[in-house]
């Protein structure tokens, strides 16, 4: 009850004209980006971080919390018009949303029951952030330099793996990160290291053009493949009005909905699962329950399984990110990245030093899930042309955007040429089945990982025993940290010896 | 068609072997300038962590290499490359020219005359580029950006 009334207290610092201004800003941007195929939220969140700078932290925080948020809303309408998912998480939302839209000539509804569970699905994660996020804080508390170590690398480890297909390829980008950001001043003695001799790159590597370049221009670069793709897009004239759906349709989607939301809050609590694995995990899920059609022909209940629970994995994912400062997924680390830049340090103390913070972010989320419906409902009529924007138009802009937001975070072309050269490798490890989401994670939670181990072998003299055995709970973590790191080796085994033989897909 | 034209690199193993080439550099510097662990304050120096990342890097880089063996090279068409070959030239622009001149000048270019789109689309993708540059960063976000060359010289700098 009193997480509810420090809920209460959040929407009150969420009222303020700038706050709502900053809500509704993020909610509009968020949503066009997410809608724009092919460029997803991890590079949407991206881009859109410089426009945060001229706001105080939490209005920058409730921006971006409101942009990654209504991304996930976005990413279903050209899943549902075009057949072309907007982000990996809309996958499943095209399978069903795009036959009813054309199959079943009913794009309206098709989009009205991808909102209206996305709404669903996001209040009922948020509900569970709400008891969650100060209950996995305070037990964050019981967390020691030796606790927060193991607790790092089992967040790191899990989600180099689970994070695209092969997990030597995700932890080896993971190391990679780390070195990068290991370039600058010694977190603890100040001393520059790693610096080859250049005085540009004493301040260390900066994050916004880091990211910037592994995920919005590599994913530029991507994007000239798309520029001459011929799109099938609905051609049925869309209304409001039109789209509205029925009492029948309201029966159908709602039981889906509250499930698919749910499981996937949790999923999105877990490191490294994220919106996508919720959303393929609440269609499977769906396929064990009762459809009124069968999946893949246009059912409701397919759509409103992955978009209930990629909204809820969205708000899920900020539970481990509020409360123990480790993001679930390669957009939850820009998040943490834009926090760490406005000097916020998620954490288990965040609830009790910061809670005008915490709490104002959590109510926005609350905000931002109405504001981002409503304004998806209000879109609905001009939804064809905003889709319809020529990927060759979009190409030269955004390379536009990406110089503005390099440029602004840095005041230097240093920051440009490092956004470059980060866009190109970005670019090269996509092409070789590299997810560079690790190494983004890897990056921003570097700094965090080596201060805390640093400071366990100084308490401990350097037993390494000490550390990774320290209490109950870095015990428990270690042995997850090695069932991590020995599941893929003994799969392996399994197969290589005839024991397991895995499933081929399709 | 422009830009069709592809090439096929082995970039699967050279990943790997670069990989491997970072955590050796890393370990060299690490152990040199600043060593593992200091002895007589019983303590980590500034060296450890980087040097424990930098041998984990080089091992897995050996198994990434022994599996970038089964794996096809990878194909790369030049027209991805454009806009890295764009956006250098943007930036030897807008060090030359400034900005604004430059993001005028490489949009019309890429718009009208490598995309040959018409003048209403390239006027648009234009407008909102300077909305960008001008009212969102220059005078909401006060971003200077560099006037080049150019300017400095008009401006005396």
Redesign the interface.
């Known amino acids: 009850m009193e997480n509810f009334m420090w809920l209460l207290h959040g929407f009150g610092v969420v009222f303020s004209l700038e706050n709502l201004g900053a809500c509704l800003l993020g909610s509009i941007l968020g949503l066009i980006v997410g809608a724009m195929p092919g460029i997803g939220s991890l590079a949407g969140v991206a881009l859109l971080l410089p426009l945060t700078y001229k706001f105080n932290p939490t209005t920058a925080i409730i921006m971006l919390g409101a942009l990654y948020y209504s991304n996930m809303y976005g990413g279903a309408f050209s899943a549902i018009l075009l057949n072309i998912p907007g982000d990996s998480p809309a996958v499943l939302t095209a399978v069903d949303g795009y036959p009813m839209a054309t199959v079943k000539k009913r794009p309206g509804q098709a989009l009205m029951t991808a909102n209206a569970s996305s709404c669903i699905g996001g209040i009922i994660g948020m509900l569970i952030l709400v008891v969650l996020g100060p209950a996995l804080a305070e037990f964050g508390l019981k967390f020691g330099p030796a606790e927060m170590t193991v607790l790092l690398l089992v967040a790191m480890t899990s989600i180099g793996w689970l994070v695209g297909g092969n997990p030597i390829q995700g932890v080896l980008l993971s190391f990679i990160g780390i070195l990068v950001a290991s370039i600058g001043m010694d977190v603890q003695t100040g001393t520059p290291r790693f610096n080859f001799g250049s005085i540009y790159l004493m301040g260390g590597i900066e994050f916004i053009p880091f990211v910037i370049g592994t995920v919005g221009f590599a994913q530029l670069m991507q994007l000239m493949d798309q520029k001459d793709d011929k799109v099938n897009a609905v051609t049925d004239k869309l209304t409001i009005r039109g789209s509205m759906l029925t009492a029948h349709d309201w029966k159908r989607l709602t039981p889906p909905s509250v499930r698919a939301g749910i499981m996937g809050t949790f999923v999105g609590v877990l490191p490294g699962a994220g919106a996508t694995a919720a959303s393929f995990l609440a269609y499977a899920m769906q396929k064990g329950f009762k459809s009124e059609e069968p999946l893949g022909t246009g059912a409701i209940e397919g759509i409103a399984a992955s978009e209930s629970a990629n909204n809820a994995a969205a708000a899920g994912s900020f539970a481990p990110l509020l409360a123990l400062g480790i993001p679930g997924s390669g957009t939850g680390a820009v998040l943490l990245g834009g926090l760490m830049m406005w000097g916020l340090n998620p954490g288990p103390l965040l609830f009790s030093t910061d809670p005008d913070f915490a709490w104002g972010l959590i109510a926005s989320l609350f905000i931002s899930n109405l504001v981002a419906l409503a304004i998806s409902l209000g879109i609905i009529p001009v939804l064809l042309k905003i889709l319809k924007v020529p990927v060759r138009i979009m190409i030269p802009v955004i390379m536009i955007v990406c110089f503005l937001g390099a440029y602004a975070s840095t005041y230097s072309m240093f920051g440009v040429v490092i956004m470059l050269i980060a866009g190109v490798f970005g670019y090269i490890f996509e092409k070789n089945d590299y997810s560079t989401a690790p190494m983004l994670l890897a990056f921003v939670l570097a700094p965090l990982l080596e201060d805390n181990m640093r400071k366990a072998f100084i308490a401990t003299a350097g037993d390494i025993s000490e550390v990774f055995f320290a209490s109950a709970i870095a015990t428990v973590l270690t042995i997850i940290l090695i069932v991590l790191c020995a599941f893929p080796i003994v799969r392996t085994i399994l197969i290589k010896t005839g024991v397991y033989t895995p499933k081929k897909k399709g | 068609m422009k ?1 069709t034209s592809s090439v096929k690199l082995p ?2 193993v050279i ?2 072997v670069i ?1 491997f080439i ?2 050796l550099v ?1 370990l060299i ?2 152990m040199g ?2 060593g593992f ?1 200091n002895h007589s304050t ?3 120096t ?5 040097i424990i ?2 041998v ?2 080089m091992i ?2 050996v ?2 290499f022994i ?1 970038s063996f089964r794996r096809k090279s ?1 194909e ?2 030049l ?6 070959i ?3 030239l ?2 030897v622009g ?2 030359i020219i400034g900005t604004v001149p430059a ?1 005028i000048i ?2 019309l270019l ?2 009208k005359f490598y ?1 040959k ?1 018409s003048w209403k ?1 390239t006027i ?2 234009l407008i ?2 300077l909305i ?2 001008l009212p ?2 220059t005078w ?2 006060q ?4 006037v080049g060359l150019i300017g400095n010289l008009i401006l005396g700098y």
């Open positions: 830009g970039t699967q990943i790997p990989g970072i955590g890393y510097i690490g300038d600043f662990w019983n303590t980590p500034a060296g450890f962590f980087p990342i930098a984990g890097l897995l880089s198994l990434g599996q990878v790369y068409r027209l991805n490359w454009y806009v890295p764009g956006f250098l943007f930036i807008v060090m993001v490489f949009e890429w718009c995309e789109l689309s648009i993708a909102f580029c960008l540059v969102v960063f909401w976000l971003i200077d950006f560099p």
